[in-house]
RNA sequence: GCGUCCGUAGCUCAAUUGGAUAGAGCAACGGACUUCGGAUCCGUAGGUUGUAGGUUCGAGUCCUACCGGACGCGCCA
């Protein structure tokens, strides 16, 4: 054990690290360009983010890419919410159609659209039309429409490094993957996956597990978004890695069959693609449920809550459970600073080790050549489970599941606090000894802390 | 109705993937050296793991049915 505790004050950040595993895509997030993260997006975003720390310091080659909708409805509905906006700021006559985009961030893209395009260009009023008992806004202006996207884009790009998660290596436009339907469509004849039928082509998913088969290009000859996405599948397994891993939200995973059909369609194996699923969060506010929806404009932003508490003790709640099952919590918890937050519970710990070194004016690296021998069983046990930290690592990563680093991390502020408040350091007669055990929890804390995306603390 | 997932202490969640007496935190109660930082520690109490069967040496974990919940069942993305 002694060896192993000097390798761990030696290699520093660099203990347990691995090289030459796996070459990983990752894409998640991908969420579409038309509003701000919100807090449901938080839990996709953190737990992608904790896999990629994870992964690259075992030694997997992670790439992370984040897909983005960029063409479509939502997009067009983005541009006519803005326009909308904008005339009601100009105090023109507006017709508001049923679905549109609402909240404060459409009004501030307004009013800097008014600035950008001028007054002038939002003369002309939206004409409604009835589409299946449903008022809907006829626009048809892609300058506004992917304007607006582009800014979306920066402020998710905002809202991803205020969660302190690791930026993006590759950011891949829906918009500009349909030069290659014709391509892909091809190869999806030539394998037999498509047929025509009412005057559209249809996908044979059933003949893979899919319910149904599914439409991929509507009669007026557009294709869906189904089409874009075997597309991108297609794309992605053209580059060659050993594995895909797409972390969706759960709402999505009536659409892992199709896609899987498609892969297998394209002539690749769809069983290097792993859908991960991150389960909805059930925001509760004071006790009573708190409804999202982006539509109404009435969701909690990422940003608000990282204002509010820090991406710190955000990252640490989502990371402490499953990210594929329900979590419930009240918001008003999270402004809770005291001990029902664990975060502080394991940054304790390390700020308590932090603070003997102090005391004794030294540092991890002038005790780590002491000899530990002869160790008493709390010494043994505390220093034992601090090295367990390599399996913990290789565990979480290949489970996909880093809430597992995160509760390791608890126990082992668990063991020490106890030790802690049990043992003596400084004055006793086995200091150094202690000393040394100590900077090797500490260091692991910190390690551990760092992989979840958080920075440990030196002072409370 | 069909499909996917879920149901563990009053609450929020764990349980080394089928292993020994199901564990933490919060809430409750009782204690701890005038502190190497008490944002801590020690203890008490709290459970027939939704229900009923089944598989086996062994089930919270696997299978079946039922009850309850979330989500999906767009030519939206």
Redesign the pocket.
Known sequence: MDEFATKVLEEKENFAKGEGKEKILLEYISA?PTGPLHIGHARGAIFGDALTRIGRHVGYDVVTEYYV?D?????NLLGLSVYLAAREILGLDVEWPDEYYRGDYIKDLAREAIEKFGKDYFQEPVKIVEKNGKKEGVFEDENLSLWAKDKMLEVIKNDIKALNVTPFDNWVS?RELYKYWDEVREILEKNGALYEK?G?VWLKSSEYKD??D??VV??DGRP???AGDIIYHWDKFKRGYDKYINIWG??????IARVKAAIKFLGFDPEKLEILLS??V?LLKGGEPYKMSKRAGNFILVRDVVEDVGADALRFVFL???A??????DVDDLNK????N?S??VN?AH??I???FR?KGIDYDDIKNVELKDLTSDEKDLLFLALQLPYVLE?AFS?R?P??LT?YL?DLA?EF??F????????SDRENERLKILAVVGSIIKLGLSLLGIKAKE??
């Open positions: 579409n909708n063409a479509g409805r939502q997009i829906e009412d559209k319910e149904k599914r439409v509507r009669e869906t978004y189904l759960a709402d999505h995973h009536g659409y389960q909805m059930k402490t459970k499953k594929d099952t329900h979590l419930e919590f600073q005291d001990a029902s664990p502080y519970y304790y700020a308590r932090r603070s003997i005391n565990d489970s599941e809430h597992r509760n608890i668990s606090h106890s802690y408040n049990k043992n003596k350091v400084i004055g002072k409370m």
